[in-house]
């Protein structure tokens, strides 16, 4: 002890002493807990940095395109509020290159060099099943917009979806197709994978329980770049509608070969018929045709004002998979914002989501991680949707 520390009196020294031991008790400035509160200092000012896998190249690109901008124009809406808690979003996207590989390898990517508290994961099942082992190993919630069955039957945790699954949409399309078009014969054409392969099973098992069994079932590869054959066996087969179950590219090829054909039947689409991409490959090939889709615009007045605005950003018509990812984007923010960044926080404050209405219709979470349970009927005209009718399902 020096001298002047000789001369203090002891209550002061056992006061520092005190004081000492009660700093060196407090937690780190750095920590973080998930009751959503921000740690102190520097890290406030930090970014939060949420990852997005998709497709910025490959014929899928399109759709990549669409997902997005969604997300981007909801982020870009909480920037310009200041964030959240004074923090702005980070989005960071890595090119899936349109395939299952690509989409791993851009996920460790993300995952790894980036380290983000969420992802966005592709819009497609079969780039998702092949992901999904990876999700499940780093424990980050990952947000999707594919429909098929598998997606979430797999029982991962950490995976949410922010649309219709094809288990609903399958019936849904079935019931409509007998008890409101009328078909008598019914075919079914989809793609391989398990967004097809998944959607064409709930279909054939609903017309089954309904007592109008498939007359043909008939696929083919993501990368095919005709269907006659296949268009010809259902002909054969004499159906008077055939339901589609393909990705936009393809869902345009189909059209197309149908009008090239003079095929005589009905065309009951999935989501995919009804994007922007398709129509405009499909131009008056599409006319005509009916489809089944998550989201379609209406005439309400904030359902007008985010049209105006999508239309704006992604210089194409709005379209569900721009609505979903919107959606899921905002979602995800107001979790944030409650929750914290930590990922358990956000997966269990996504798991409490009730109720949430957003533009493409009312979001509650359940156990499997599915979100949405709604679909809309529409008519194509020149390269638009119009809705005919609202369906929901269980």
């Not at 979430?152 to 019931?175: H, Q, Y």
């Amino acid at each position: 002890m020096n001298k002047a520390a000789r001369f203090l009196p002891v209550p002061f020294l056992v006061g520092v002493m005190l004081f000492s031991l009660t700093a060196c008790a407090q937690p780190s400035a750095s920590s973080s807990g998930s009751s959503g509160s921000q740690p102190a200092g520097k890290d406030t000012q930090q970014p939060i940095v949420i990852g997005l896998v998709t497709e910025v190249t490959g014929p899928q690109a399109g759709t990549g395109d669409n997902q997005t901008n969604g997300i981007k124009l909801a982020f870009d809406e909480v920037n310009q509020k200041g964030g959240i808690k004074g923090r702005q979003i980070k989005l960071v996207i890595e090119d899936d290159a349109s395939t299952p590989p690509g989409t791993v390898n851009a996920y460790n990517k993300i995952i790894a060099d980036q380290k983000p508290v969420a992802t966005f994961i592709p819009n497609f099942a079969n780039f998702d099943m092949a992901v999904e082992p990876a999700i499940k190993k780093a424990g980050i919630p990952a947000i999707t917009g594919a429909s098929g069955p598998g997606v979430t039957a797999v029982g991962n945790p950490w995976i949410f979806r922010v649309r219709t699954n094809d288990d609903i949409m399958g019936k849904l399309a079935a019931e409509y197709a007998v008890k409101e078009m009328g078909a008598k014969k019914i075919a079914i054409l989809s793609v391989t994978g398990e967004m097809g392969a998944g959607a064409s099973k709930v279909v054939k098992e609903t017309l089954e329980k309904l007592g109008s069994p498939p007359v043909a079932m008939e696929s083919y590869n993501m990368d095919d770049k005709d269907v006659t054959a296949q268009l010809l066996n259902i002909q054969k087969a004499n159906a008077d509608l055939v339901i589609g179950w393909s990705y936009p590219p393809d869902a345009a090829m189909i059209m197309t070969n149908m009008s090239q054909l003079g095929v005589n039947m009905k065309l009951l689409g999935s989501p995919a018929y009804g994007i922007a991409d398709a129509l405009k490959l499909a131009k008056q090939a599409a006319n005509g045709h009916t489809v089944i889709v998550d989201w379609a615009p209406n005439d309400e007045p904030a359902i007008q004002e985010w049209v105006k605005k999508i239309e704006a950003k992604a210089k194409l018509p709005a379209n569900f998979i721009q609505s979903v990812y919107y959606d899921g984007a905002n979602i995800l923010a107001q979790v944030i914002e409650k929750s914290g960044t930590e990922p358990k926080a956000i997966q269990d404050g996504l798991r409490a989501v009730k109720g949430y209405k957003g533009i493409t219709g009312e979001y509650t979470f359940d156990e499997k991680g599915d979100g949405l349970r709604q679909a809309y009927i529409g008519q194509i005209k020149d390269e638009k949707v119009s809705v005919i009718k609202t369906v929901k399902g269980q």
